[in-house]
């Protein structure tokens, strides 16, 4: 599609389109006059035949008449040769239709020389070599290149044999005005033509970019309706039974309270919602290209470790067998460091893992990293599932696609491989599949890698994760949202950490003036006094008060994060929030005073 720079130009890239569009046009507008140019050619054929019957030199006319033979056949192979694909070449096309040209301009050389032996028919005869050169001019009008080159060159031979003679010289003079005049006819022409070819090149231009928006606005029609189509089923799905189990939980209808497995599956219920939403809205702003990637150094072992971790539970709770195998150089961290995202690494694994424990009935799942080659990581995970047809495995990777054969009963949105792919291609990594029925599937993700670089360290106990080495803080929440400010409470005193909570930035500076916070937590939206504006009064003050550590906790992208960046805090977090998102920024926070830790909620 034409881009336009900001000063209403076209881009230099485009601009070289346009023309090369423009010389296109205008070669096959050329073309198409070549059938009348030969028909002209044709009648004015019979009148150099009668003029030339009153030479001496019937042998000269005889080669003449030869010349123009030549041509028209020449003319016909040339006329045949651009209906072929090798005709397509503009830079050939361009020398073939000028070489053609030069033929016809010969030709007329041809007669020119002819005539200047012809005795009593010389000046009838040089005429019509001038009329025959003023036709090339027309002909080869479209183009400019072959207008300068072929014009010049027929009118050549006929100027040169009339001024040879002293007594041709007054119709030299009338030939000479002749020859001037059509050629700056011709040179009208052509522009009027280049002006027409630049309009139908813009239009398109136009009609190729309304077509691809047109094209855009349905693959986007379509994809909302997929997802609406799956969050609708995802969300009614989940949110019912986790509400059945909290009506239990609340003494509604006289029921029992909720056993232990029933809470435990309303957990699960709301954890895959969560992941179904997150993997959709990456997804969603992955095709929009504001998905950011931090690509850089990392120890690719430890963030297997710490999927494994997580899985392995699953894995359990299914009766599944799950091993995990990684290379003893790349486990003791003396081999080098991966190049890549590690937390969009960690997703992509994540879903791999997670979709090889949906599909295994019976089995086991296998995660491998190994190196391959100098420059080259391959992290592997096999299952022994059912596995897949290669249509079956093109179509897995489509969004929202879900193989009926068998993923019926199986929870998810379709997304995962998808996603993954698009993670992978935004990183430079690639993602690669094989699978067999009835054998299983191995999925692959290869990440570029570099032996002479340190790993770098990457914590996943979240018991690791403490400000101030591991001492017990006095936290302070700022939210008005009683669930989110739960939630929080929730996560900081499963870190062991003591809270306090305010419900909006006005509470929350009076708290923190009154009473000693080791760190403060703001949400970005509060009444009365927003984070942004309970950041900077927190920095304005005096002593340890302005020097508190402050963490923002928003629900939008980077330019609220930045935001909250020039207010005066030392980190951000997204929500929705776990664990390991809060721990991971609680580390930060303290290792790293005034750095922007994005995309820990990932």
Same mark, same amino acid.
């Given at each position: 599609?034409?881009?336009?720079?900001?000063?209403?130009?076209?881009?230099?890239?485009?601009?070289?389109?346009?023309?090369?569009?423009?010389?296109?046009?205008?070669?096959?507008?050329?073309?198409?006059?070549?059938?009348?140019?030969?028909?002209?050619?044709?009648?004015?054929?019979?009148?150099?035949?009668?003029?030339? *019957?009153?030479?001496?030199?019937?042998?000269?006319?005889?080669?003449?008449?030869?010349?123009?033979?030549?041509?028209?056949?020449?003319?016909?192979?040339?006329?045949?040769?651009?209906?072929?694909? *090798?005709?397509?070449?503009?830079?050939?096309?361009?020398?073939?239709?000028?070489?053609?040209?030069?033929?016809?301009?010969?030709?007329?050389?041809?007669?020119?020389?002819?005539?200047?032996?012809?005795? =009593?028919?010389?000046?009838?005869?040089?005429?019509?070599?001038?009329?025959?050169?003023?036709?090339?001019?027309?002909? #080869?009008?479209?183009?400019?290149?072959?207008?300068?080159?072929?014009?010049?060159?027929?009118?050549?031979?006929?100027?040169?044999?009339?001024?040879?003679?002293?007594?041709?010289?007054?119709?030299?003079?009338?030939?000479?005005?002749?020859?001037?005049?059509?050629?700056?006819?011709?040179?009208?022409?052509?522009?009027?033509?280049?002006?027409?070819?630049?309009? !139908?090149?813009?239009?398109?231009?136009?009609?190729?970019?309304?077509?691809?928006?047109?094209?855009?606005? /349905?693959?986007?029609?379509?994809?909302?309706?997929?997802?609406?189509?799956?969050?609708?089923?995802?969300?009614?799905?989940?949110?019912?039974?986790? #509400?059945?189990?909290?009506?239990?939980?609340?003494?509604?209808?006289?029921?029992?309270?909720?056993?232990?497995?029933?809470? =435990? @599956? =309303?957990?699960?219920?709301?954890?895959?919602?969560?992941?179904?939403?997150?993997?959709?809205?990456?997804?969603?702003?992955? /095709?929009?290209?504001?998905?950011?990637?931090?690509?850089?150094?990392?120890?690719? =072992?430890?963030?297997?470790?710490?999927?494994?971790?997580?899985?392995?539970?699953?894995?359990?709770?299914?009766?599944?067998?799950? #091993?995990?195998?990684?290379?003893?150089?790349?486990?003791?961290?003396?081999?080098?460091?991966?190049?890549?995202?590690?937390?969009?690494?960690?997703?992509?694994?994540?879903?791999?893992?997670?979709? $090889?424990?949906?599909? &295994?009935?019976?089995?086991?799942?296998?995660?491998?990293?190994?190196?391959?080659?100098? *420059?080259?990581?391959?992290?592997?995970?096999?299952?022994?599932?059912?596995?897949?047809?290669?249509?079956?495995?093109?179509?897995?990777?489509?969004?929202?696609?879900?193989?009926?054969?068998?993923?019926?009963?199986?929870?998810?949105?379709?997304?995962?491989?998808?996603?993954?792919?698009?993670?992978?291609?935004?990183?430079?990594?690639?993602?690669?599949?094989?699978?067999?029925?009835?054998?299983?599937?191995?999925?692959?993700?290869?990440?570029?890698?570099?032996?002479?670089? @340190?790993?770098?360290?990457?914590? *996943?106990?979240?018991?690791?994760?403490?400000?101030?080495?591991?001492?017990?803080?006095?936290?302070?929440? !700022?939210?008005?949202?009683?669930?989110?400010?739960?939630?929080?409470? &929730?996560?900081?005193?499963?870190?062991?950490?003591?809270?306090?909570?305010?419900?909006?930035?006005?509470?929350?500076?009076?708290?923190?003036?009154?009473?000693?916070?080791?760190?403060?937590?703001?949400?970005?939206?509060?009444?009365?006094?927003?984070?942004?504006? &309970?950041?900077?009064?927190?920095?304005?003050?005096?002593?340890?008060? $302005?020097?508190?550590?402050?963490?923002?906790?928003?629900?939008?992208?980077?330019?609220?994060?930045?935001?909250?960046?020039?207010?005066?805090?030392?980190?951000?977090?997204?929500?929705?929030?776990?664990?390991?998102?809060?721990?991971?920024?609680?580390?930060?926070?303290?290792?790293?005073?005034?750095?922007?830790?994005?995309?820990? @909620?990932?």
């Amino acid at each position: 599609m034409t881009t336009v720079e900001m000063n209403g130009e076209l881009s230099p890239v485009d601009l070289q389109r346009r023309s090369r569009r423009i010389l296109e046009l205008s070669l096959d507008a050329q073309v198409a006059l070549l059938p009348q140019a030969l028909a002209v050619f044709a009648v004015v054929l019979p009148i150099f035949v009668w003029a030339g *019957s009153f030479a001496r030199d019937s042998a000269f006319m005889a080669a003449s008449f030869a010349v123009f033979a030549i041509n028209w056949p020449v003319f016909y192979i040339v006329l045949n040769w651009l209906q072929r694909p *090798s005709g397509r070449d503009l830079a050939r096309r361009l020398r073939v239709q000028i070489g053609a040209g030069l033929l016809w301009a010969l030709a007329v050389a041809q007669i020119a020389a002819f005539a200047d032996g012809a005795g =009593a028919a010389r000046e009838p005869i040089l005429m019509a070599a001038a009329g025959a050169a003023v036709i090339c001019l027309f002909f #080869t009008a479209p183009s400019l290149p072959a207008l300068l080159i072929v014009g010049p060159t027929a009118m050549a031979g006929p100027l040169i044999a009339l001024f040879a003679s002293p007594a041709t010289r007054d119709t030299t003079g009338l030939v000479w005005g002749a020859f001037a005049l059509a050629f700056l006819l011709t040179l009208i022409l052509n522009q009027t033509l280049r002006r027409q070819f630049a309009l !139908a090149a813009d239009r398109e231009t136009l009609t190729e970019a309304a077509e691809a928006a047109r094209s855009r606005s /349905e693959k986007l029609a379509k994809s909302k309706t997929d997802l609406l189509s799956t969050l609708s089923h995802e969300i009614r799905v989940g949110l019912t039974g986790v #509400t059945h189990v909290l009506a239990a939980a609340a003494g509604q209808n006289a029921r029992a309270a909720p056993s232990r497995e029933q809470l =435990a @599956a =309303a957990l699960a219920a709301a954890e895959d919602l969560i992941m179904v939403l997150d993997a959709t809205l990456d997804s969603d702003r992955a /095709e929009d290209g504001g998905l950011a990637i931090d690509s850089g150094h990392f120890d690719a =072992a430890s963030v297997v470790r710490e999927v494994a971790a997580q899985a392995r539970q699953q894995a359990s709770r299914r009766g599944l067998g799950f #091993t995990v195998f990684i290379e003893p150089e790349l486990e003791n961290g003396s081999a080098g460091a991966a190049i890549g995202d590690p937390l969009r690494v960690r997703q992509i694994l994540a879903n791999l893992v997670g979709n $090889a424990l949906k599909y &295994t009935l019976r089995g086991q799942v296998e995660v491998r990293l190994e190196r391959r080659g100098a *420059s080259l990581l391959e992290l592997a995970v096999a299952d022994t599932g059912p596995g897949l047809t290669p249509d079956e495995l093109e179509a897995a990777f489509q969004p929202f696609h879900r193989i009926g054969r068998t993923g019926a009963g199986v929870p998810g949105a379709g997304l995962g491989l998808s996603l993954s792919r698009q993670l992978a291609n935004l990183m430079g990594a690639r993602i690669a599949a094989r699978s067999a029925i009835g054998v299983g599937s191995c999925f692959t993700l290869e990440l570029p890698f570099d032996p002479e670089a @340190a790993p770098v360290a990457s914590r *996943s106990d979240v018991h690791e994760f403490q400000l101030g080495g591991g001492r017990r803080l006095k936290v302070l929440i !700022a939210e008005e949202d009683p669930l989110s400010a739960a939630l929080l409470r &929730t996560i900081l005193e499963q870190l062991g950490h003591q809270v306090a909570h305010a419900k909006n930035g006005r509470r929350a500076l009076d708290l923190a003036g009154t009473m000693g916070f080791d760190l403060v937590m703001l949400a970005a939206r509060m009444p009365e006094m927003d984070g942004f504006e &309970t950041a900077r009064a927190l920095r304005a003050g005096n002593g340890p008060l $302005a020097a508190t550590p402050l963490v923002a906790v928003i629900d939008g992208e980077a330019d609220e994060a930045q935001a909250c960046l020039e207010a005066g805090v030392e980190a951000v977090i997204r929500k929705p929030l776990s664990v390991t998102a809060v721990a991971r920024t609680l580390a930060a926070v303290g290792d790293r005073r005034g750095a922007y830790v994005g995309r820990t @909620a990932a």
